[in-house]
């Protein structure tokens, strides 16, 4: 993948030669999900706290230089070795030194995106699945592949594409499967963002129902009924809930979930 993926990485260890990298660096654990673990390392006085963690001894890391860009979720699927987009979310991340999207906003779909994804489909021999993919937009343009899946994307998100362009993934693959009609093509891509609630403390929920109309709450699930720890990875974020908003365009998507998240209450102890 060094052609497609142009990043120094190494299995990570302790006493590993770190002079082929360049700070800042990601660490991360070699399997799993939500992006556990992920944390971004600027120095190497950052480096030596963290290798004191016995968790390192545990289980298999990754350490990888940083790359810098935009941040995007993708949603396809591969039929007959061919790549189709279904949807693109561009996200927005928490502050460094975690790596855990806040929110993840629908766009138009990025041809160099979806002929990247060709390459790598081709050389991983990928085929007849659901995919998604999480990936860069470097600073000078090109694509850079973070991670992928042969399977839907979690986090709620299969209501959020389905909301977005009328396509439930998982319902049409199952279609394919049992040989009835099927159909992966968008019927629409409205302008919609999927807010988590990534504040710690004690919080009174927004009102929903009342501001529902006034910021184009399609959709929500809220259960903020508790202290809420600093936002570090997916098991962090998910259990909270999600607000899924429709408006005119991106920016005042962006807008109106600010909106919302204004409108918790945070309980002064």
Request: charged residues 30%; hydrophobic residues 40%.
């Amino acid at each position: 993948m060094k052609s497609l993926r142009d990043s120094n990485s190494s299995l990570f260890k302790l006493g590993l030669d770190l002079n082929q990298f360049k700070f800042p660096l990601i660490i991360k654990p070699r399997f799993g999900s939500g992006s556990r673990d992920v944390l971004v390392i600027t120095t190497d006085n950052e480096l030596k706290e963290i290798c004191k963690n016995d968790k390192f001894t545990k289980e298999d890391f990754l350490i990888e230089e940083f790359i810098n860009g935009i941040e995007y979720g993708l949603d396809a699927v591969v039929i007959d070795g061919k790549f189709h987009h279904i949807l693109i979310r561009e996200k927005q991340i928490t502050p460094l030194p975690y790596r855990q999207a806040i929110a993840n906003i629908s766009i138009d779909e990025i041809p160099a995106i979806s002929i990247y994804m060709q390459k790598i489909i081709n050389r991983l021999q990928i085929d007849n699945c659901l995919l998604n993919a999480d990936l860069i937009i470097t600073q000078d343009g090109r694509p850079f592949i973070i991670e992928l899946a042969t399977r839907p994307s979690g986090h709620y998100l299969s209501k959020f594409i389905e909301i977005t362009t009328g396509i439930n993934p998982t319902k049409e693959w199952i279609n394919k499967s049992l040989n009835l009609p099927y159909n992966f093509k968008s019927k629409f891509r409205k302008n919609t963002i999927m807010r988590y609630f990534d504040f710690k403390g004690d919080w009174i929920a927004a009102d929903f129902d009342l501001l529902k109309d006034s910021l184009g709450i399609i959709d929500y699930r809220c259960e903020i009924n508790s202290t809420l720890p600093k936002v570090i990875d997916g098991s962090t974020i998910m259990d909270r809930g999600y607000a899924i908003i429709e408006a005119n365009s991106k920016e005042e998507c962006i807008k109106n979930a600010n909106k919302l998240i204004s409108n918790f209450k945070r309980i002064k102890r």
